[in-house]
């Protein structure tokens, strides 16, 4: 069964930093792009970030130059390095890997940005 399980999510101060993970098992996402989308209630999921098998990367404006994605293709994982946080970024943030015909989500994870 393939699974994608996210963890670090949570309760951060505006300008804090989280680092969320995405650890995938089941099959071998190397040669999968993975990414990052969010939703927050009453909205449509968007993409913060997305990564190819070969390392390119691209992200949504919002987050240029805050967030940086990034994967390893040892430990079948891919991450989001979250820094100066806003009020704007809390949501629920979703791992995902797609190629060709499969498309495969995670549960999800709470980051909320307050003070």
């Known amino acids: 069964q393939v699974q994608l399980v996210e963890s670090g999510g949570g309760l951060v101060q505006p300008g804090g930093s989280l680092r969320l993970s995405c650890a995938g098992s089941?099959?071998?996402?190397?040669?999968?792009?993975m990414g990052w989308y969010r939703q927050v209630p009453g909205k449509q999921r968007e993409l913060v970030a997305t990564?190819?098998?070969?390392?390119?990367?691209n992200y949504a404006d919002s987050v240029k130059g805050r967030f940086a994605i990034s994967r390893s293709a040892a430990k079948n994982a891919v991450y989001l390095q979250m820094n100066s946080l806003k009020p704007d970024d809390t949501a629920v943030y979703y791992c995902?890997?797609?190629?060709?015909?499969?498309?495969?989500w995670g549960q999800g994870t709470q980051v909320t940005v307050s003070s």
């Open positions: 089941g099959t071998i996402f190397r040669l999968y792009a």
């Open positions: 995902n890997a797609a190629r060709l015909n499969n498309d495969y």
């Open positions: 990564i190819t098998s070969g390392g390119s990367t």
